[in-house]
């Protein structure tokens, strides 16, 4: 028999539910101080799943109060031109959030057009002034996945200070800057990727493992010590039993053997992207506006010190 406490599912749609609904109550004193946020998000060509999840992050945006603009542009739009509409966004006082979809099509350089956001509009937290100020362990707009991924890992474990972390994956998007918050909340953080040897070894030494590698259910209970906490990042779309499935890179039913507590897919890590979205909306709000006082006392404000 297995003495351990019985397993927990991480249930990431309540936990994002929490997240909206103080999002919503931050929302109503911005309006009541003058000020009612907006969030462009701008896409790129006709990828089914990145309309997909712009829908779902405008009528999020909508259930909290937050105005949401919309800006589709063609897949063959030039670079110019989306660099033109960037500015423009950057100018527009009603705009305090941009997010541009990725992956962007192959002829447009991604990384002059992340660099092309204001910093202090930029709530995907790519921006290289971001990304370096959340490597010093500053206050910044920082990346909404992992973001979301440590709040579920301080709501299921509490102090994070003193456990081995193994982040899988080393993209820009999920892997660097997790293990960037890891290495804030003072765990011990391992970053293991394609090229990693023994990686199921490093891995099964985790208290925690986050998992943002994209390939389903890579992660067996093999991966896993027994009592670790599973963050299972993955989004993968796969042919099984002749329909079609959202699965993680974690391979769930598996790792329950072993893990204290594991994140689902659909319903983990995707909806906590999605309200710290909207989080990062009120912040960058409240970094456009650092005289108002009404906005200044709201708590949780990023401190003043990106130029
Ligand atoms: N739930 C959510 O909100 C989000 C989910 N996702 C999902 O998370 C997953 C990862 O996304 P993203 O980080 O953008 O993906 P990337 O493809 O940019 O990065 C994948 C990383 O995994 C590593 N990797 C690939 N194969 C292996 C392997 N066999 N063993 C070990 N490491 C491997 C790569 O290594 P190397 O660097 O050496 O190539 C790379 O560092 C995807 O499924 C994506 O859909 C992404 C963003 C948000
Ligand atoms: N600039 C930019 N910022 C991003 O944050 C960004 C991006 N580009 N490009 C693509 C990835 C992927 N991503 C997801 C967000 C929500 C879900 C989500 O809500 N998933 C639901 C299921 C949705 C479904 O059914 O397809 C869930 O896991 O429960 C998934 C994936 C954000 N990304």
Same mark, same amino acid.
């Given at each position: 028999m297995n003495a351990q406490a019985p397993i927990k599912l991480i249930d990431g749609k309540a936990a994002a539910a929490r997240v909206l609904a103080e999002v919503s109550a931050e929302v109503r004193q911005m309006k009541a101080a003058g000020l009612a946020p907006g969030l462009a998000v701008v896409l790129v060509g006709q990828d089914p799943a990145s309309q997909v999840y712009v829908r779902n992050k405008v009528l999020r945006a909508e259930e909290c109060g937050i105005r949401s603009l919309e800006h589709k542009l063609p897949a063959d739009t030039a670079e110019a031109e989306l660099l033109q509409l960037i500015h423009t966004l950057n100018g %527009? %006082? +009603?705009?305090n959030g941009i997010l541009v979809q990725l =992956?962007? =099509? *192959?002829?447009? %350089?991604e990384s002059r057009v992340l660099q092309a956001v204001s910093p202090l509009k930029d709530v995907d937290g790519f921006h290289a002034e971001n990304v370096g100020g959340l490597s010093q362990g500053r206050e910044v707009l920082t990346p909404c996945t992992p973001a979301g991924c440590l709040r579920l890992l301080e709501d299921t474990c509490g102090d994070l200070a003193g456990k081995h972390a193994v982040v899988i994956g080393r993209s820009n998007i999920v892997g660097k800057p997790m293990a960037a918050l890891l290495l804030k909340a003072h765990c011990t953080v391992t970053v293991v990727h394609s090229? +990693? #040897?023994n990686l199921k070894d490093l891995c099964r030494q985790a208290d925690i493992v986050v998992a943002a590698v !994209?390939? =389903?259910?890579?992660?067996? #209970?093999?991966?896993i010590k027994p009592g670790a906490v599973v963050i299972d990042v993955g989004i993968n779309r796969i042919e099984e039993d002749g329909r079609s499935k959202l699965v993680g890179d974690v391979d769930f039913d598996s790792a329950l053997a072993h893990a204290a507590a594991i994140t689902p897919v =659909? !319903? *983990?890590v995707g909806p906590m992207t999605i309200a710290f979205l909207m989080k990062n909306t009120l912040a960058a709000a409240r970094l456009q506006h650092p005289a108002q006082p009404n906005l200044a006392k709201l708590p949780e404000a990023p401190c003043r010190s990106i130029s």
């Open positions: %527009d %006082d +009603s705009v =992956p962007l =099509p *192959g002829h447009i %350089d090229k +990693s #040897a !994209g390939r =389903p259910r890579l992660v067996d #209970a093999e991966w =659909p !319903g *983990g």
